[in-house]
């Protein structure tokens, strides 16, 4: 392995060996702006309440490259259940452990490493290159990469494409690349009843007994039927939370958890006005909070869908598949600035697990598949 193939690997390493358990950043964010900043890059840090994000960027013409991504990672769980300690880089058997190995250490250090290759071939490259780096994606979410886009938004400060670096690929490294992903929308539901004795059913309304047959017609409904990228979209019930614990008492209340995956074919305004009128057509009484958690999008063609598919076909020959599974991403809060927005990184079976890992050598491939990107987009001819 020669220096610069194993330049990734060292990265990787310090990165991990950082506990920047969510919204910690442990320095993560100042080593990687040091080694852009030797390579021409100025720093913007944007510190909203508890969470560090930085903008770092070089270049002042368009058009604009981002990579995006986190630095924050989820808790190890108990220690007692890994083969090595979580904030301890350890290779094994040609794979790389530790918490965030692959969610996303793995896939900042091939950033960085990538766009050091690339602006060492290309100098004078076109259009810019830019990071969008959080410490709050995988909690709350609220003062990480949105806050960011609001600050860039609010002066006309735009890019054109944006690579996020969320581990996408299932079996091998570069077999999927996420080209969108389904909206989200959460309802907390509190059907009320009146409470009492169990004997007693004249003198009673059962909350539950109200709700269920509501429940299984918006689980038995066909919301759309999904396109070519999207499945339909999905209504799941995550939690149902009634009764005092005592068998001989009716609630006076019951409390209903539930999301909606959506597809582009429906709207999260046409979701909230079918179920509000599915509730109201059964009579009961009910209060409904709605969450918004993410639109959905969808990078269907253009420059970085070649760009990127063309990257790893000439990296590991073979075509990835355009897929929009899977969970929400930070992507959700670029797309709406109109740029392209894709996700490829390492491959998510061991992701938030105990024992969390990377192939080393898909690092490797993962690294010249980014500066490819970048030399199919941004390289003078």
Not at 169 to 185: A, E, M, Y
Not at 228 to 238: L, N
Not at 266 to 272: D, I, K, R
């Amino acid at each position: 392995m020669s220096n610069q193939e194993s330049a990734v690997l060292a990265l990787t390493k310090e990165l991990i060996s950082r506990k920047s358990v969510t919204p910690e950043d442990e320095g993560c964010q100042p080593l990687m702006s040091s080694r852009l900043e030797a390579i021409g890059f100025t720093t913007e840090q944007m510190v909203f309440e508890d969470t560090t994000n930085m903008w770092v960027r070089k270049g002042t013409e368009a058009p604009v490259f981002c990579f995006a991504g986190h630095t924050d990672v989820v808790p190890s769980g108990p220690v007692k259940d890994w083969h090595t300690p979580p904030f301890e880089p350890t290779e094994i058997n040609g794979y790389i452990h530790g918490r965030g190995a692959a969610d996303m250490k793995g896939s900042l250090a091939a950033m960085v490493v990538a766009t050091e290759r690339f602006i060492e071939k290309h100098p004078d490259h076109k259009g810019s290159i830019a990071f969008l780096i959080t410490s709050d994606e995988e909690g709350p979410f609220i003062n990480g990469t949105t806050r960011v886009i609001d600050t860039l938004e609010a002066r006309n400060e735009k890019f054109d494409w944006a690579l996020v670096g969320e581990p996408s690929s299932t079996h091998k490294i570069g077999d999927v690349i996420k080209n969108g992903r389904r909206g989200s929308l959460s309802g907390d539901l509190y059907v009320k009843g009146i409470q009492g004795h169990v004997a007693y059913p004249h003198l009673v309304e059962n909350p539950i007994h109200l709700a269920t047959p509501a429940l299984t017609e918006l689980a038995q409904m066909q919301w759309d039927e999904g396109n070519d990228f999207f499945p339909p979209t999905s209504f799941q019930i995550s939690n149902i939370n009634g009764g005092t614990g005592a068998t001989n008492v009716v609630p006076g209340d019951v409390h209903i958890q539930f999301n909606f995956r959506y597809s582009t074919e429906v709207t999260a305004e046409e979701l909230v006005k079918q179920v509000e009128s599915i509730l109201d057509a059964h009579g009961f009484k009910y209060d409904l909070d709605w969450t918004y958690n993410g639109l959905p999008f969808l990078t269907a063609a253009g420059d970085l869908v070649q760009a990127s598919v063309k990257a790893i076909e000439d990296t590991v020959h073979y075509t990835p598949q355009l897929l929009t599974t899977g969970g929400t991403s930070d992507g959700r809060f670029i797309a709406p600035t109109g740029a392209q927005v894709l996700e490829l990184g390492p491959c998510n079976a061991t992701i938030h697990k105990v024992n969390e890992c990377v192939k080393i050598s898909d690092l490797e491939h993962l690294t010249t598949m980014y500066e490819r990107i970048l030399e199919n987009l941004l390289a003078t001819k």
